[in-house]
Structures are given as C-alpha cells and as structure tokens.
C-alpha cells in the first residue's frame, strides 16, 4: 500500500530533551516536506526536500533540523524544543515538487513540550 | 509568501443539502495549483479536489466541485447531498508552478469547521 509513514503518533517530553520524528514514503516521491498544524493557523512548511541531500528552509524552520540521506527517509530532529513546538506535525511527500502533483500525507505526530 | 483566506471558520449544512466553502488567495503569478484538502477527526489530510490555474473549466469530483474565479482569485467548494460523513475540517491550498524558493509548497488556509446535522 503506498503510503507515508510517521513515527511516533503521540509524543510528550521535556524542554530541552531531543527528539527525532521519523518520516517515511514507499512511493519513490522525490519531494518531501514536514509542516506544522496549530489551532486557527492551518498548516505551515518548517523544511523541504527536493531530493536526497537537498533541503531547505521553510517557513517556520527555526528549532528545528532535517536531513535526507536516503529517498524514502525524511526524520524531523528537535535538538531541544521547547514548549512553543507543542504542535501537530505532518510529514508529506509528492512525486515531484512542480507541478500537479498531489502530495500525500502521514497520519501526523502530536507532539507536547512540557 | 502566498495568503489564502478562509473567511468562514465554521459552516454547518444539513444532510442532503448544499454548502459553499469560500476560499480567497493572493498571488501576482498567472499558473499555479488550488486544492482543497479534508482533515476528519482521525487527523489524516485527504485531497478532496483540485483545480489548475491555466483551466478554465471547474474542477468536479462526484458531489465535490469547485467555482475558480481567477480575476477575482477566488477558489470556492460546493458539497452537494451533503452527507455525515463530509463532517471536517476543510482547508484551501495554494501552490506556485514556479521554479525557486517556494517550490512545491503548500499554503494553507486557517480552515472551515465543517458540520452536517442529520
């Protein structure tokens, strides 16, 4: 079944602690990208991928890191967050980053900073 | 950065009726990608529909179909024989076919509670 995989589904941890939230696709989708929902703001990008080892900066990357060593694989790293990361976190992934492509989503990663 | 303004952060419909989602964004290109995205309360982000800027012709997906108005950059939603199930939220996405920065991403709307009442 093709689809996007998130890794873990609920998160709690402490300031300061970090984290990693794995991201996964077996579609071969070159592009992927990790957004982050909070409430009344919609979804907004952190980084993006266009292919393996090339990322770049969204619009709310701060906090946060990335890397994209392999194609499938696209990890989100907290290297201390702090309570205003307490979020709902979306990896998605599309075929390519032009164009009509339809990117397909993860089930999403709530994650809470206490 | 591209705005899309969802004005109504709540609607409500009663089965088998029709509701209209307003979707407004504002761009200075002239080809670019609208989608409407459904969130039920699993969380899971599902395309509803999605429409090409350089078509003029409306997009349509069964009971989904949507009113582009490009002049006014307006991207509207109809949900026709509204049904329990289309219980959501719904967000408008716009995304840019040009080659740069931007590329390939989505800007979302706020979103529209969306309710069906039996």
């Known amino acids: 079944e093709a689809q996007v995989t998130q890794n873990p589904r609920y998160l709690i941890t402490v300031t300061g602690k970090k984290l990693t939230v794995t991201c996964s696709q077996n579609?071969?989708?070159?592009?992927m990208s990790w957004y982050r929902q909070d409430p009344g703001l919609g979804l907004r990008q952190i980084y993006y991928?266009?292919?393996?080892?090339?990322?770049d900066k969204g619009d709310v990357p701060e906090g946060y890191k990335v890397s994209r060593k392999e194609k499938r694989n696209f990890p989100l790293i907290l290297e201390s967050p702090s309570p205003n990361q307490t979020s709902l976190y979306f990896c998605a992934s599309s075929l390519y980053g032009q164009g009509y492509n339809e990117q397909f989503f993860g089930p999403g990663t709530r994650l809470t900073v206490l | 950065a591209q705005t899309v303004t969802q004005s109504q952060p709540e609607m409500s419909v009663q089965e088998a009726e029709t509701v209209t989602l307003s979707c407004t964004y504002d761009?200075?290109?002239?080809?670019?990608?609208l989608f409407w995205y459904k969130q039920p309360p699993s969380r899971q982000m599902i395309l509803v529909i999605r429409q090409e800027a350089y078509k003029q012709q409306n997009a349509t997906e069964n009971r989904f179909s949507v009113n582009f108005q490009k002049a006014a950059k307006s991207f509207s939603l109809k949900i026709s024989d509204s049904q329990l199930g289309d219980a959501a939220m719904y967000f408008c996405?716009?995304?840019?076919?040009?080659?740069?920065?931007?590329?390939?991403?989505?800007?979302f709307g706020r979103g529209t509670q969306l309710t069906v009442w039996p």
């Open positions: 579609m071969n989708h070159e592009y």
């Open positions: 991928s266009m292919n393996v080892e090339v990322t």
């Open positions: 996405a716009y995304r840019s076919s040009i080659r740069g920065s931007t590329l390939g991403r989505l800007y």
């Open positions: 761009t200075s290109e002239s080809d670019y990608y």
